[in-house]
């Protein structure tokens, strides 16, 4: 059961300008939301969290955006660079249990010099 | 200080094979989770230890187990190998449960069932 959606394969931007990639969640249990980052041949990283009392996290170039009532959330990066360029995976959870915790497909991202 | 080690790297077996994967964690992290990744279905939760013990599993079949060892260490297991087996199994650690921002995940070990 896909409880936790990024519908965009792949996203391809300019270097300097906004990327932006979103995730959909069907399970209003979750309650913290994640974004991990992977490069070819490494595990993911952790980059950015929010929890479902907030609405806005923000980590240097680095926001994610929380809507609850349209269960969506999106990570801005703004400016976008090269180094960027990996998949990124969105996860949710209840109450940041690994046991609970679902991840989106991932969408490639690509910033062009 | 090392990062998560997984060995081996790649993996070719048959179908109705058997294998084992090991993982070491971040020195000092005690918890162990394991995850497999196929496309189009993301990263999918398959157990997690914690000092030896088995705390949370995934909706995997029994043919997927995992064990833990003193030192923290973890190998997970796959009996009768089928087609759908194919994916990279990554392993993440942390210093103790329920702490997934300060998840530490392996390179992943490549498994590809023929």
């Known amino acids: 059961d896909q409880q936790v ?5 792949s996203l391809s931007v300019q270097e300097g300008r906004i990327s932006i990639l979103n995730c959909d969640y069907t399970n209003s249990m979750f309650d913290y939301f994640l974004w991990y980052k992977k490069y070819p041949a490494e595990g993911p990283t952790f980059l950015i969290s929010i929890s479902s009392i907030k609405d806005k996290n923000e980590d240097g170039r680095f926001t994610v955006f929380l809507n609850k009532s349209a269960k969506h959330l999106s990570l801005h990066i703004v400016p976008s660079q090269p180094g960027d360029s990996a998949v990124y995976f969105c996860a949710a959870s209840v109450g940041g249990n690994n046991n609970d915790m679902r991840f989106g497909a991932g969408t490639r991202l690509t910033v062009k010099p | ?39 189009g279905q993301g990263l999918q939760f398959l157990f997690e230890y914690f000092s030896e013990t088995q705390r949370n599993k995934g909706n995997f079949p029994g043919r997927f187990s995992g064990r833990q060892f003193s030192n923290s260490r973890s ?40």
């Open chain 1, 5 to 9: 959606k990024q519908n965009s394969p």
């Open chain 2, 1 to 39: 200080k090392a990062g998560v080690t997984q060995t081996p790297r790649y993996l070719i077996k048959t179908r109705g094979q058997q294998v084992t994967l090991s993982c070491s964690p971040i020195s000092g992290h005690r918890s162990v989770s394991w995850y497999q990744q196929t496309p």
């Open chain 2, 75 to 114: 190998e997970m297991n796959v009996s009768t190998l089928e087609l759908g087996d194919s994916a990279l199994y990554l392993c993440a650690s942390t210093l103790a449960p329920a702490y997934s921002d300060t998840q530490y995940f392996g390179p992943g070990t490549r498994l590809t069932v023929l």
